[in-house]
């Protein structure tokens, strides 16, 4: 049996993050990037998402979309931690320790620039004290005004953080915290996300391409 000890950090999965404000494409890229890295390395590759399908996860996601109403920010900021442990615990850690590659459609980070709107960062930090550090995080960068768009023109319902003012509030949470992790030597890297989706896509791929160097690019297909 593979045991945490049995693998070296090589032999683990290596866990990346999508990150940006609601609209910003995060989902799109994490399932292209799944698609890639599926195909290309021959590894297995958990595609997931915060706030996840367990429990937690789901009474957050009625939450965000009022079907549940009343609940304060501290309780939903301790709940969007509890969420990730048990995320963390149920499906990204023993991911990991079989080798599979991890993507994950937001975590820690959402966490710090939407909470960090209502409390302080030290805690949330220390209410996340157990999330462990992703290997690469990719932030997408795009304007609220165009992510409202995007949003308006897909679906009718607004969910609970998507008005210009909250989002604005959020993306200058996520200049801080990129520059901070940026200090603290955590791979981090900025896509301007107001291009053309593919050239996303391939800014992203040649990201992902130096932390998973053994593998091509070339010819690969993007299913929209
Ligand atoms: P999404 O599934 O469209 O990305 O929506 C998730 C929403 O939840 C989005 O508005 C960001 C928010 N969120 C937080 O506020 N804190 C968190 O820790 C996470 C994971 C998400």
Not at 35 to 42: F, I, S
Not at 83 to 107: M, T
Request: glycine share 6%; aromatic share 8%; proline share 3%.
């Amino acid at each position: 049996m593979l045991t945490d000890k049995s693998l070296n950090r090589q032999e683990k999965g290596k866990f990346i993050v999508f990150e940006g404000v609601d609209g910003s494409g995060l989902s799109t890229q994490a399932s292209r990037l799944h698609a890639w890295l599926e195909q290309t390395t021959g590894r297995k590759v958990l595609l997931t998402k915060e706030p996840s399908e367990g429990p937690v996860g789901v009474l957050l996601r009625q939450a965000l979309n009022k079907r549940i109403q009343g609940l304060g920010a501290d309780t939903m900021a301790l709940l969007f931690a509890a969420d990730r442990l048990d995320h963390l615990n149920h499906a990204i850690l023993p991911a990991l320790a079989k080798g599979y590659h991890v993507i994950c459609d937001r975590y820690l980070l959402s966490s710090l620039a939407y909470q960090g709107r209502n409390f302080p960062l030290a805690w949330l930090k220390q209410i996340n004290a157990e999330a462990i550090a992703p290997d690469l995080t990719i932030f997408i960068r795009v304007d609220p005004v165009i992510t409202l768009q995007r949003i308006a023109d897909k679906r009718f319902q607004v969910d609970l953080f998507e008005q210009e003012n909250i989002l604005r509030e959020v993306l200058s949470n996520y200049n801080l915290l990129v520059n901070e992790l940026g200090r603290k030597g955590q791979k981090i890297i900025e896509i301007d996300g107001n291009h053309a989706l593919d050239d996303v896509s391939t800014e992203i791929l040649s990201s992902v391409q130096e932390l998973i160097p053994k593998f091509g690019v070339k010819n690969f297909q993007y299913q929209s």
